[in-house]
């Protein structure tokens, strides 16, 4: 079984949320057409952190 | 310790974290550890240096995606499981003074976005049942960190009081075939104790209010949850919410404490308390102040019986939240 958790590469998918995506030094950005930007990152003992701006 | 214990005698399920009896309490704000990571500063949950909204894995949480096994062995009558489920932390902000009210309208419009991704997230862990937003805010509601933030529950189950709320929902359409908040929509639309009128939602203190001063913010559509709404909607919520925040904080000339849960339709689960089509998407913000320098306590009919009593009547409450939100000056 497949949870959010297992994938740190997983977007999460709202529905404005589909731009490109970055994958590279283990960091994803979504940005998104209605200037949303979505980084999910992981911190040092594991746990997710997505950050949430607006690109300017 | 991070389990589940049902109790018969009120069907429902209690959760023991103790692991959370060691979390951060009240840490002075040079050690605060929602603020950003600064050069020369102490490391803390967030690395970056600033961030606008961040969200991430309670580290002291109530609910595991990997629990462990109970202490002890269920029976047939008080069953025990492992607490699963999933708790977030959700920071408005990186600036460790401001508070909901204070952040603006453009950045409750960006944490609106925020709750909708990570809702959509949550929900689509098959495991998971309902998600609530939550915030609990302010010393006088046993706040143990200050630096602005809120929370992301998501439970294996419909929570008793969501539950409670499908069940009349379904009593409700059973009986008339309609809504039950589509219905309260409409009856309180224009009446003495709407607090903000948006486009596509509507706050006011319900005429059942269990805190003097409660208001529940309302769409107006029959919109099950938070990723359901569009851009117009999103940007509504956050007008809305802005202008609540900010007329409390006027009315009582406080940093107002409350509690603001966030509730929706059900994700998962099973039988009339997980039907998704009952649900309709609205907050409700508590909080316990019931005048300059009271508050209103929990006691012995809240507690035990489980029955409200409530200090203000709704009719007059509404009017000065009204009056506090129109001739308030709302962050942009």
């Known amino acids: ?17 589909d731009g490109p995506r970055d994958h590279s030094a283990g960091t994803t950005t979504r940005a998104t057409t209605v200037g949303l930007v979505v980084t999910e990152e992981r911190l040092a003992d594991g746990r997710r952190i997505t950050y949430y701006g607006i690109s300017r | 310790m991070s389990e589940r214990r049902y109790d018969p005698t009120h069907d429902e399920w209690v959760t023991f974290a103790t692991n959370r009896q060691d979390r951060t309490y009240k840490p002075p704000a040079a050690a605060c550890p929602l603020c950003p990571t600064r ?19 309670n580290r002291f949480p109530s609910l595991t995606t990997t629990p462990p096994e109970p202490d002890i062995a269920g029976t047939d009558l008080v069953p025990v499981e492992p607490a699963y489920g999933h708790c977030e932390v959700v920071v408005f902000t990186d ?23 990570r809702f959509a997230a949550l929900a689509a862990d098959p495991r ?40 009349a929902a379904a009593k409700h359409r059973d009986r008339t075939g309609r809504c039950v908040f589509c219905d309260v929509v409409a009856q309180e639309t224009g009446g003495p104790r709407v607090v903000v009128e948006g486009t596509h939602f509507l706050a006011g203190v319900p005429p059942w209010a269990r805190f003097p001063y409660e208001i529940d913010i309302w769409s107006r559509a029959h919109v099950g949850t938070i990723p359901e709404l569009d851009a117009a909607a999103r940007d509504d919520l956050a007008r809305v919410l802005a202008r609540v925040l900010a007329g409390y904080d006027a009315f009582f000339g406080i940093r ?3 509690l603001l849960g966030i509730h929706s339709a059900p994700v998962g689960g099973s039988g009339p308390e997980a039907d998704p089509t009952l649900g309709h998407l609205h907050l409700e913000i508590c909080p316990p102040h019931r005048g300059e320098g009271k508050l209103k306590y929990l006691a012995g009919s809240e507690t035990f019986g489980g029955a409200f009593l409530t200090d203000v009547a709704p009719e007059v409450a509404g009017p000065r939240l009204r009056a506090a939100a129109a001739d308030v000056e709302v962050p942009a």
């Open chain 2, 128 to 167: 998971i049942a309902y998600v609530l937003p939550f915030e609990n805010k302010g010393e006088a509601v046993g706040v143990t960190l200050h630096h602005p933030h809120g929370q992301i529950y998501a439970y294996p189950d419909v929570p008793p009081r969501p539950a409670r709320e499908q069940r």
């Open chain 2, 95 to 117: 600036d460790h003074d401001a508070t909901l009210a204070s952040v603006g309208t453009q950045r409750i419009r960006l944490l609106v976005d925020a709750w909708a991704d």
């Open chain 1, 1 to 17: 079984m497949t949870t959010p958790d297992d994938d740190p590469t997983r977007g999460s998918g709202s529905p404005d949320s």
């Open chain 2, 39 to 57: 050069p020369g500063g102490p490391e803390t949950e967030i690395p970056r240096e600033h961030f606008e909204v961040a969200v991430f894995d």
């Open chain 2, 256 to 258: 107002t404490s409350y």
